[in-house]
């Protein structure tokens, strides 16, 4: 079993900053992988979005929405993913996910989610 445990989120103004951040434990979690990891987004009523990804070599990508706002990275022990959010914007409001996928490389889209986060709600006021 693969636990991811979310911490961070909250509330901020527009151009404010947040960080989120995914514990990885479990007694099936691999620090040296492979993994995708990312994270996505979703608002009540919409289809989620995917934010950003990285895969087991580090290479990362972004959804053009946050691209140079947001940072997602993997602490050296490998068992924390983050999400740095700069420049937050009202649209960036939504429940965030971190997820996991095992495999070495991200599809198009970022993990599936194969392992996921709880969840932690992050509101962007104008």
């Known amino acids: 079993q693969v636990q991811m445990a979310q911490s961070g989120g909250g509330s901020v103004q527009a151009g404010g900053s947040l960080q989120l951040s995914c514990g990885l434990s479990g007694t099936a979690y691999r620090p040296n992988g492979p993994y995708c990891m990312g994270w996505f987004r979703q608002v009540a009523g919409n289809e989620r979005e995917e934010v950003a990804s990285?895969?087991?070599?580090?290479?990362?990508k972004y959804a053009d929405s946050v691209k140079g706002r947001f940072t997602i990275s993997k602490d050296n022990t490998k068992t924390y993913l983050h999400l740095q959010m700069n420049n937050l914007k009202p649209e960036d409001t939504a429940m965030y996910y971190c997820?996991?996928?095992?495999?070495?490389?991200?599809?198009?889209?970022?993990?599936?989610?194969?392992?996921r986060g709880q969840g932690t709600q992050v509101t962007v006021s104008s």
């Open positions: 997820a996991a996928d095992p495999g070495s490389l991200c599809p198009r889209n970022g993990p599936v989610g194969i392992y």
């Open positions: 990285i895969d087991t070599r580090g290479v990362t």
